[in-house]
């Protein structure tokens, strides 16, 4: 069945340093999604992407963070200059097109910001 | 006002029983209803998907959504040990902004 792959599954980062997190969506998914879930708390909406641009992002998706799609496959979420406060796990999901297609979640990235 | 309530149990059951899980949201524009389960370390992964009220079944697995009193819920019959995980209720309106309630934790006695 396929999957949305996540990597790494593990990032550790000095706070301020910049970091990528990689997802490669469901192969012909068209909405793709970034989640995060700090330890303890629930899942929380950050952006949606599609046709090469963001749909809508929460409060929390401020100048930090940034989206892309560099490839016909990769999607990715940067942040620029870590805080603390960014640790958490983050979730890529993606959604096929029309109406009526549920999300399927990767299996996340654990952010740690030392 | 919390959009999707959940209680988090945690709940224990043993092997064959059947475990009910709820939530309430109050977001009278959500649609789009869905039950994930979360391993420990692991993404969520889609168990049931429903859109508007109604029953869905699926194998041991029954999904009730009633719009009117903005509460859903999820039904593990039969249920087994390796249903022990944690259980996430999620909404969304046509955005498909999912907003998820902070999951039930499960636990299927041997």
């Known amino acids: 069945e396929p999957e949305v792959t996540q990597t790494p599954s593990h990032q550790v980062t000095q706070m301020g340093q910049e970091v990528i997190l990689r997802c490669v969506p469901i192969s012909n998914h068209l909405y793709f999604y970034w989640y995060r879930q700090i330890l303890g708390q629930k899942v929380e909406f950050l952006v949606s992407?599609?046709?090469?641009?963001?749909?809508?992002k929460s409060e929390i998706f401020d100048d930090q963070f940034s989206v892309e799609r560099p490839d016909g496959s990769n999607f990715t979420l940067k942040i620029r200059s870590t805080k603390l406060e960014d640790s958490a796990m983050y979730f890529c999901a993606s959604r096929g097109g029309g109406t009526n297609q549920p999300q399927h979640f990767g299996d996340g990235t654990r952010l740690s910001i030392l | 006002q919390k959009e999707v309530e959940q209680d988090p149990g945690p709940l224990s059951v043993p092997e064959g029983a059947i475990v009910s899980l709820n939530c309430t949201y109050s977001n009278s524009a959500f649609q789009y209803f869905m039950w994930y389960r979360q391993y420990s370390r692991k993404g969520p992964e889609l168990l049931m998907y429903t859109y508007s009220s109604g029953n869905k079944e699926d194998g041991r697995f029954t999904a009730q959504v009633d719009k009117s009193s903005k509460y859903i819920s999820l039904f593990i019959r039969d249920s087994q040990p390796s249903d022990s995980a944690t259980y996430l209720c999620?909404?969304?309106?046509?955005?498909?902004?999912?907003?998820f309630g902070a999951g039930t934790t499960v636990t299927v006695r041997a």
């Open positions: 999620a909404c969304s309106s046509n955005d498909y902004k999912l907003s």
């Open positions: 992407f599609y046709n090469n641009e963001i749909s809508e």
